[in-house]
Each structure stands twice: as C-alpha cells, then as structure tokens.
C-alpha cells in the first residue's frame, strides 16, 4: 500500500515562473491537507480539499496561491509568481476521512521549493 | 499567544535516559492530540495520537493528556541516540480536519 506520494521532491524556480505541486493521497483516502514549513519552523496549514472540493482554505495566502483536488488524479498547489519568500518546504497529508477521533493523517515526503 | 506552544529546546539527553517534551494549547474546543518526529530533511512522521486523559503507552512512547490544563505531553524512555530529532505536537478540534503544530523540539540523544 503505498503512501502519500508527492512530486517533484526538490523545485527550482526563478522569481515570477509558476510552481505547481502534486500530492496523490494514500489509497482509499479522499481527503488531502497541505501544510509549508520554513526552514527551521513548524509546519503551517494552508488548505483542506476533498474530492473537487475546498473544505477549508483559511491558511491559504490571498493572492498567487491556489489549490484543486480534481475527481481524477492528484492533488495540485499551484503558486503563480513566485517570490523567494515562498522557498519553503511543501507537505501534502491524506486521511480516510475528516479526521475526527480515531484517524489520522499520514504525510508525504514533501516537495522542497527553491525559488532562485 | 502561539496556539500551540513547545518547550523551546534543544534538549539533550544522555543514552538510556528519559527525554520529556512538553507541548500546551490554547484552543479548549481540542479533541485530537498528535506527536510527529520529523528527522532534519524529511517528512513528519506520526508515532503517537492520544483523543482522551491519561497515559497512552506505545512501546517506549507515553504520551500524557491533561485537558483541564490543556497539556499534553510525550516521554521516551531509554532514549537512544536514533530518536535524535525534532518532534511536533499537533493539535485538532473535532472535525476541523487541519491540525495546528507547534513549532516543535529538537531532541539530541547522546552516545
């Protein structure tokens, strides 16, 4: 059974192209979290999807950032413009549900973004 | 107020002893209450969930709840120097579906 997996792993970008991330959660999973660490912090939410759905964008910043969980296929973070300060590292989790009492979420390796 | 405080760290311990790591919320409406180790480079890693008060054994993890004092901690027992890492405490109200981590806490077990 495979896990969250997320590509690329490593992202490099010059200030003002597009970054666009995958996540494909784990096997029966529907429900996908992404989350940004920066270097030496902890990690921030950001966005809560299910399928073709945004539950919970309140992390989200208002501009340049998006997220879509499709019917088909894999979770995508798209940042439009990037600066440097987006340099960071992008986690994707999935559950089987929303996680509640009794579930958890599982994290993929994670795409490290270098904006240059 | 940071929702989700750690102590700050580092913290050092020597091989075989027992690490303590501390983590308090602000939220009362929490329900959820997760530790992730997160070695340097690499993704959170979930080693303990812990929902009501008390203790929650899991081999050398004890993972403690207190509500009322909205604390929840995590003991490693015989520390090894493989449990050199930072570790994340998450903390999720019901049904929110996002946890919020804290900054978490470096963690270097000395051979």
């Known amino acids: 059974n495979a896990g969250v997996m997320q590509n690329p792993r490593h992202l490099v970008r010059r200030r003002g192209q597009e970054a666009r991330l995958r996540c494909s959660p784990m096997k029966g999973h529907s429900h996908v979290y992404w989350y940004r660490q920066l270097p030496e912090e902890g990690l921030k939410f950001m966005v809560y999807l299910q399928k073709e759905n945004i539950i919970d964008e309140s992390g989200m910043p208002k501009e340049r950032f998006s997220a879509e969980f499709p019917k088909e296929g894999p979770s995508i973070l798209r940042i439009q413009q990037v600066v440097r300060g987006d340099s960071a590292a992008y986690f994707c989790?999935?559950?089987?549900?929303?996680?509640?009492?009794?579930?958890?979420?599982?994290f993929g390796q994670g795409t490290r973004l270098t904006v240059v | 107020q940071k929702e989700v405080e750690q102590n700050s760290g580092p913290l050092s311990v020597p091989e075989g002893a027992i690490a303590s790591l501390n983590c308090t919320y602000s939220?009362?409406?929490?329900?959820?209450f997760f530790w992730y180790r997160q070695y340097s480079g690499k993704s959170p890693e979930l080693i303990m969930s812990?929902?009501?008060?008390g203790d929650k054994e899991d081999g050398r993890f004890t993972a403690q709840l207190n509500k009322a004092s909205q604390y929840v901690s995590l003991l490693i027992r015989d520390s090894q120097p493989s449990d050199s890492a930072t570790y994340l405490c998450?903390?999720?109200?019901?049904?929110?579906?996002?946890?919020?981590f804290g900054d978490g806490t470096t963690l270097t077990v000395k051979p």
């Open positions: 812990i929902y009501s008060n």
């Open positions: 998450a903390v999720m109200a019901t049904n929110a579906g996002k946890s919020t």
């Open positions: 989790a999935s559950s089987p549900r929303q996680t509640a009492l009794n579930t958890e979420a599982f």
């Open positions: 939220d009362r409406g929490s329900q959820s």
